[in-house]
């Protein structure tokens, strides 16, 4: 290597430097810093083995390994000088253990490209968002729980094409996003087991003639094998795939239980008061209060589901096995991962703060009619009614309580009779909400009773 201005890292087959352009748009380094810790273990773990397997020697290793942990400190320290030219985290890393070490930091990179060597940082990466993702749904669920404990019998109305439907209960309805929770943190954990799979050792993309011990690689790591493919081990990017899919669906949960908290919380429902730790003001009408929260959290599937797709659609279409497109995978999950875990943080501090209007919430669901279908249910049940019929004579009646400006519970026993004339006092049992939601006693139904099993059965689950 004559030229001085040519890569120091791979300049060996080049007479110049590359063009201003090629170096911003080849380095990864503004971002990929992020993985700094992650290329550092990696390196520490692949320079041990390379000395237990006798390809470097020991004094060796050691500096190399004692060298990293200078760079590390530095790195954390905020003193590292990053480098555009030397492209990316792996390369501003190497190239200062050179200078701190000298001589064995060559070594370290025997029987290793930074094919393999990405794939294992941008892993242990993601891998940490998996389990961030898995403590950040864990508290939020637990959140959902109190709640669903404090107001397993409080009534409110149920709904169905945001029309009043049924009553059910407060508790039913916080429960009804502990599943929806659990389940992405289930996808979470699924995946989290599928991917930990070290691509360490994969080399390039065909593995290596050296003697090196994979398996010790991945152990020291913390991953529960080596990926048995080279080929695909540098080339997978499932696992970031399935972060952002995950992450989507998780984020597509909160959109939509902020977007309730979001209509909840206005003048028109009161259902909910949000905290003020949680809300904003505005600078110009001093009695709003505004939930922020909620619409941001609302808004993050945008970034987060683009970058599913963004990253989708890099991958799509790629021969095996590594190509520089790669590169654009990290920014993506970089960007949602941050963004998801702060949702879901802000999602959970909402849920501990915010206090239900159990008044407001219990006048909405006697109103609207909530209890014609427990009117037609006593029908079928008390008079023998086919339910169609009850659904008809029920409809006469809804209309009728209309045309008086009513509610279902208002009208006369005659009035009542007029529809159907077995119909008899005791149907006013069934048009209370209470009794309503008493009744839905079926496995998985709005009933105080199954609400409070349920909260235990969760309680059991997350511990
Ligand atoms: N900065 C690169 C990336 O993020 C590292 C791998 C580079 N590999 C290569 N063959 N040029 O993908």
């Known amino acids: ?139 939020l669920i637990k959140a959902l729980l109190g709640q669903a404990k404090a107001g397993a019998d409080w009534v409110m109305p149920g709904f169905t094409h945001l029309q009043t439907a049924q009553p059910v209960t407060w508790g039913h309805h916080m429960m009804a996003y502990v599943e929806m929770f659990g389940r992405d943190l289930s996808r979470m954990r699924d995946a989290r087991a599928r991917m930990n799979e070290s691509p360490l050792g994969a080399a390039a993309l065909a593995g290596t003639s050296f003697p090196i011990d994979r398996d010790m690689t991945a152990q020291a790591l913390g991953f529960d094998r080596p990926a048995a493919n080279s080929l695909d081990a540098v080339s997978d990017r499932d696992f970031a795939l399935e972060f952002l899919s995950a992450a989507s669906i998780c984020a597509m949960h909160l959109s939509r239980f902020a977007e309730e908290l979001v209509i909840w919380s206005s003048a028109q429902f009161r259902f909910v008061t949000l905290s ?99 009117l037609a249910d006593w029908l079928v049940r008390v008079l023998g009614l086919p339910f169609r019929d009850a659904h008809h004579i029920t409809g006469s009646l809804v209309a009728l309580a209309e045309q008086n400006g009513c509610d279902l519970p208002d009208l006369t026993l005659e009035q009542m009779q007029s529809a159907h004339g077995d119909i008899t006092a005791d149907v006013f049992d069934v048009l209370g909400v209470e009794n309503s939601v008493n009744s839905r006693m079926s496995y998985g139904g709005t009933a105080p009773a199954q609400v409070r099993a349920q909260v235990a059965r969760w309680k059991g689950i997350i511990g």
């Open 1 to 139: 290597m004559t030229d001085t201005t040519s890569n120091k890292m791979w300049g060996g087959r080049f007479a110049a430097g590359p063009d201003a352009i090629m170096e911003a748009i080849n380095a990864s380094i503004s971002f990929d810093q992020r993985m700094a810790a992650q290329d550092i273990a990696g390196s520490r773990a692949h320079a041990a083995m390379l000395a237990a397997q006798d390809i470097i020697s020991d004094s060796d290793a050691d500096a190399i390994r004692k060298g990293l942990l200078t760079v590390l400190s530095e790195i954390e320290g905020g003193t590292f000088a990053y480098s555009t030219a030397l492209e990316d985290i792996h390369m501003n890393v190497e190239a200062r253990l050179k200078e701190v070490i000298g001589e064995p930091a060559g070594r370290l990179h025997t029987g290793r490209s930074r094919n393999d060597q990405v794939a294992t940082d941008f892993k242990l990466w993601t891998r940490d968002q998996f389990d961030a993702a898995e403590s950040g749904l864990l508290a």
């Open 276 to 374: 003020d730790r949680f809300s904003t003001g505005s600078s110009i009408m001093p009695q709003k209060k505004n939930p922020d929260a909620a619409e941001l959290i609302r808004a993050k599937i945008g970034r987060i589901m683009g970058a599913n797709v963004a990253l989708m659609m890099v991958m799509k279409g790629l021969p095996l096995a590594y190509s520089k497109d790669m590169q654009e995978d990290k920014e993506q999950v970089f960007d949602a991962a941050d963004n998801l875990m702060l949702a879901l943080a802000a999602m959970e501090g909402m849920v501990k703060d915010m206090s239900a209007n159990r008044e407001s919430l219990a006048a909405a669901a006697g109103s609207g009619f909530s209890t014609a279908t427990d």
